[in-house]
């Protein structure tokens, strides 16, 4: 597979993902204007919703991919995809909100009770979204994705432009009022994009518990690969409070950079791997899961050196000096950007139907990331929180990467193939400027 072939779709894919760098920049502005307790509770409703939507892309819309492969199948597995889409999400946002008391005891925080309160509607204006998005992602439309994020990070700057200039961003109620805007905006967008694919009807031959058992491993997967990324914050609150919440998650978004860039490639990576897997062109799976780690292994490094000596002490002109600490958390976090390669391959090992795999890879990795952060609140070592989530990243990738080689069988000096490739492409262009 050559990337000559996809480079207007990779072009679209990481201007995609520069959205996300440009918003979080936006970000770091909302942070600034409110204080570290009211950012770190709506923290809290931010990762619920966001745990909510990957467990229910791994059961429900994950499918829309895998079984839409076929045209004739679309409107069936669009329908089942729908309906056990919003079932799960539906019953998760009821469950937190019933409980509203209980939970807000064990963490400590009265204000989780506006959190299980606004998780309902934050979960309805989310729902449109993620299903229309599993459609771009199904036919690899990177333009229109790019276009559905325009409008929600757009809209999301521009209330915020508006917020700060007439001093209108310090509650709680405000950050809120912004998200739940910029969702509704870009749920709008992605239904009028996709209003075309939105086809249902129950004509086809993908049976219900193939479906089901598909997403069921899946589901397991997210739900057990997502909570240290996502709900650790609720063991930080647990042990540590809100205002430590809202100083670490200030570390997440700037480290999420490094996240963006690799979902743009695990977008890439993963309805490639199913077409070359499905169609046993081994080899070519190989050269593309190789050359996808190695042209991302080198910058990680790079970026790392730098940070690491110093860069990152940028954020404190940023923030403020009330979010310091953010510093520490963060050198932390980028630790687990060396990982990150290694964990494009749980992609592959799903596109190999080998999805039960991911699933015991993720648990091993959850069960070690929970045990860190308890330890790390225990001994009440508030500048480690972030080694739980390290510790989750370099488990699981290793892993990942380890089933793999095995099952296509690839040295492992082929990870660095990318600077033969740079130079073979650089050779000719020499010639050719001689010439």
Known sequence: M????????????LGDKALYVAYGLVQLLQIKALDPDVYGVFSLLVALNTWIMLVSDGSALQGVIQFGVHPEERRRVNSLGMVIHVSIV?????LIYLLQQPLSDAFHEPRFLVVAQMLPLYVALSTPRMFCLKILYRDMRMRDLFVTDVVWFGVRTSMTVWALQTDSLHTLGDIIRID????????LASILITRKDMIFGWVGTVRVWEYIRFGIPLALATALNSTPRQLDVFVIQAYFGAAAVGVYNPAKNLYRFFEQAFDAVFT??????????????EEDLQKLVTKAMSFTIIPVVAALVVLELGGSSL???LLGQKYAAAVGHFNVLILAALFMPFGLMASVITA??????????????????IATLVLVGVMGWERWIALGLVVNTAVVGV???????????FPWSMMLRAFSD??????????????
């Not at 050559?2 to 679209?12: D, P, T, V």
């Not at 892993?399 to 069988?409: E, G, K, M």
Request: aromatic share 8%.
């Open 352 to 369: 190999m139907g080998h999805s039960t795999v991911v699933v015991r890879y993720s648990a091993i990795g959850l069960i070690l990331s």
């Open 2 to 13: 050559k990337l000559s072939q996809h480079l207007g779709k990779i072009s679209w894919s």
């Open 268 to 281: 890439l990576l993963y309805p490639a791997s199913v077409r070359l897997y499905a169609q046993h062109r």
């Open 399 to 409: 892993l990942c990467v380890a089933y793999v080689r095995r099952h296509i069988h």
């Open 315 to 317: 954020i404190v002109p």
């Open 90 to 94: 539906g019953m998760a946002a009821l």
């Open 180 to 187: 739940f805007v910029g969702m509704a905006a870009s749920s």
């Open 422 to 435: 740079v130079r073979n492409v650089a050779l000719p262009m020499r010639k050719g400027d001689r010439l």
